[in-house]
């Protein structure tokens, strides 16, 4: 299995609260996603980063935030967290240099806002 | 991007095959078509890759007529653990590719 590391793997905060999610990677990748998954709705891109400080947008970016750093290290923060942001978050990562890109995912991250 | 239609859900019993069909019909000539599997409270895994004709690996088939607007997941003899979510998508390599998993074909066996 591909080198990828969720923390913290499950969380419990409140509403209003900041929150930060790490992603870590051991694969030297150049891509970092970052995923939220909800019943019915399937996988939705947040954001990614396709290198050091470079990232953008996703599907569902409103009340988030990323940054990168390092190579290994894509973090994902919740400025003010809302009860509409529990939700289950996977990172993943990928290197499109060969052939159709293929995603390595995390273990994921259940985050619960009261 | 070549966007996916699947279906939503399929049923099957233990020890039948498996094919699921996922439509891209926009597919452009560099796409590659992957296959996703995930199972509950993990995230999703690669299982299959292919851009034409027939690839076969250890865990399933993919079939892709020579349109390449469709593809045909293949599993053989499922058990109760293949029960999972299978995701198709139209990946690209090189970069500037942004990934939609939509919500997958939920795949359940029963005994």
């Known amino acids: 299995d591909a080198g990828i590391t969720q923390s913290p793997r499950h969380k419990v905060t409140e509403t209003g609260t900041p929150v930060t999610l790490r992603c870590h990677q051991t694969e030297n990748h150049r891509y970092m996603y970052w995923y939220r998954q909800d019943p019915g709705h399937g996988l939705r891109l947040i954001h990614y980063s396709y290198g050091v400080k470079d990232t953008d947008k996703g599907e569902v970016s409103d009340g988030y935030s990323v940054s990168r750093s390092k190579t290994e290290d894509f973090l994902l923060t919740l400025e003010s967290a809302t009860s509409s942001q529990t939700s289950v978050y996977f990172c993943?990562?990928?290197?499109?240099?060969?052939?159709?890109?293929?995603?390595?995912f995390g273990p994921g991250t259940r985050l619960t806002v009261l | 991007l070549a966007k996916t239609t699947q279906p939503i859900s399929m049923d099957s019993y233990e020890g039948q095959e498996v094919n699921i069909t996922c439509s891209h019909n926009?597919?452009?000539?560099?796409?590659?078509i992957t296959w996703y599997q995930q199972f509950p409270s993990q995230g999703p895994r690669f299982i299959i890759q292919?851009?034409?004709t027939k690839v076969t690996n250890e865990v399933a088939s993919l079939f892709i007529p020579a349109d390449r607007k469709s593809s045909t997941l293949s599993l053989p003899r499922v058990s109760l653990s293949d029960t999972a979510v299978y995701y198709c998508?139209?990946?690209?390599?090189?970069?500037?590719?942004?990934?939609?998993f939509g919500r997958g074909t939920s795949l359940i066996v029963h005994p």
């Open positions: 998508l139209v990946a690209r390599g090189g970069g500037s590719y942004i990934p939609t």
């Open positions: 292919g851009y034409k």
């Open positions: 926009n597919i452009a000539t560099n796409d590659y």
């Open positions: 993943a990562i990928s290197d499109p240099r060969g052939a159709g890109d293929t995603q390595y």
